[in-house]
């Protein structure tokens, strides 16, 4: 089971951080990667970190301003967003071994 957190309403330019934890299995042997789903569109990928070493990806609509990391120990992978954008705004979803969670939901507006 996954477990995403963090989401809330912020003002353009701000942050947040999201976490998704996993519970019944572990982190450890699994890339991670979030998704964000804006009202009526599908839903994008927008960073990924691998299992071997940590290798990280991002969209470019999040590059330089979105950071994925993970702890292994703790379960949880995390999604440091700054600068974020009204066009940010959605549901942020973790895929890990197959598996959603039910998504956290991010609004950027003044």
């Known amino acids: 089971r996954l477990e995403e957190s963090g989401g809330g309403l912020v003002q353009p330019g701000g942050s947040l951080r999201l976490s998704c934890v996993a519970s019944?299995?572990?982190?450890?042997?699994?890339?991670v990667r979030w998704y964000h789903q804006a009202s009526g569109k599908d839903r994008e990928l927008i960073a990924s970190?691998?299992?071997?070493?940590?290798?990280?990806g991002y969209a470019d609509s999040v590059k330089g301003r979105f950071t994925i990391s993970r702890d292994d120990d703790k379960n949880t992978v995390y999604l440091q967003m700054n600068h974020l954008k009204p066009e940010d705004t959605g549901v942020y979803f973790c895929?890990?071994?197959?598996?959603w969670g039910q998504g956290t939901q991010v609004i950027v507006s003044s």
């Open positions: 970190i691998s299992a071997v070493d940590d290798t990280t």
């Open positions: 895929y890990v071994a197959a598996l």
């Open positions: 019944g299995f572990s982190f450890r042997r699994y890339a």
